[in-house]
């Protein structure tokens, strides 16, 4: 089990839920549209919320952001030790760095010493494209054993001015890679890991990406906080995070199971369960909806489910822990669906 880490008012490691992290995409000059989009994160279920500070101009946007959420900042940061010093002076709840891009030991020192008084801790963010030339010299390239190097190199550096609250990354845009790397990681790092398929893609491929690479990995037992990387809206994230957790039974919120349809379907399921999903996409009840095409794959096959619908030829039956409990014309039962699940 991995050590706790405090971020703000979130722990994560050491048995803590796992956190869903995102970062905001928004130019960091624009300190009122980055404000807007850590809101609209926070109104989505974001634990941790990340924002590049590329200047010591854009520091500014801490104390704008931590006036604006109660969910905890983290300053993305790279080169200039300064912005990292000015960030831990603006109340900022974590830093991101990677040590060895930010000048001489002397200024790791002064970054770890700011960041133990003021309790923030860092993530050593390691990637494939930022290995350090002697260690690719040793590997040829980036294995997976390269990019723990990498972090235990990173790691040992802060540890070396008495700064152990650590939290790492390893990431890769190849799947295998990021897996192997993160396998590796859990033997040979007591931190908590942060995981994540870097420049995963669309909101399509970078889903399928981050699930295998991310899900594989949380079912494995790896893993205290995560971010699904999508050249997307933020907010579609948090949710595809979310959809991840539930999958592998680590989830808060609704699961909606829902068959493939078939030759025996009468009704537009497939519109049904779109506008199901669609609905419940901001809920925060823990319960499971079934949304099936007919009777065959119904109350008998989803008789797990909280609450569900079986579809009929032009109709469709509600039934709740397997028993039915009405019939519905299919125009009113996605209606009649919802109004039943804001009772439970």
């Known amino acids: 089990m991995t050590r706790k880490v405090k971020i703000g008012n979130v722990t994560i490691g050491g048995g803590s839920p796992i956190a869903v992290q995102s970062m905001l995409n928004v130019p960091a000059g ?30 500014r946007l801490v104390p704008a952001i931590k006036a604006a959420v109660s969910v905890p900042l983290v300053a993305d940061i790279h080169f200039d030790y300064r912005i990292a010093l000015d960030c831990v002076a603006a109340g900022v709840d974590k830093i ?36 350090e030339k002697h260690i690719l010299a040793k590997y040829g390239a980036p294995t997976p054993q390269a990019l723990v190097d990498s972090a235990l190199y990173h790691a040992r550096l802060l540890e070396k001015f008495d700064f152990t609250d650590i939290v790492v990354s390893i990431k890769s845009s190849h799947v295998p890679t990021m897996i192997e790397a993160y396998r ?23 889903l399928i990406k981050s699930a295998v690479g991310i899900g594989s990995l949380l079912c494995d037992g790896i893993g205290d906080t995560i971010r699904v990387s999508l050249t997307a809206d933020p907010v579609e994230e948090v949710r595809a995070a979310r959809d991840i957790l539930k999958a592998v039974g680590r989830g808060r919120g609704p699961e909606i199971v829902s068959c493939p349809t078939c030759g025996r379907t009468k009704i537009d399921l497939i519109s ?12 925060r009840k823990d319960i499971k909806v079934a949304v099936m095409g007919c009777v065959v794959n119904g109350p008998g096959e989803a ?42």
């Open 30 to 59: 624009d300190v009122a549209g980055s404000v807007a989009q850590a809101r609209a994160l926070e109104a989505a279920g974001c634990d941790i919320i990340r924002a590049a500070v590329p200047d010591r101009e854009a520091v």
């Open 272 to 283: 049904l369960a779109g506008r199901v999903e669609e609905a419940l996409a901001d809920c």
């Open 184 to 206: 590796l990681a859990a033997e040979q790092l007591g931190c908590p890991l942060h995981l994540g398929v870097t420049e995963a893609g669309t909101a399509r491929m970078g």
């Open 96 to 131: 991101r760095l990677n040590p060895g891009n930010i000048g001489g030991e002397d200024r790791v020192k002064q970054v770890a010493d700011a960041c133990r008084a003021a309790g923030v801790p860092i993530r050593i963010g390691v990637n494939s494209g930022s290995l």
């Open 303 to 344: 008789r797990e489910a909280d609450i569900g619908i079986a579809g009929g030829n032009g109709e469709a039956l509600l039934f709740k822990k397997g028993a039915p409990v009405g019939k519905y014309p299919e125009d009113r039962i996605v209606d009649v669906l919802l109004e039943e699940i804001e009772k439970l």
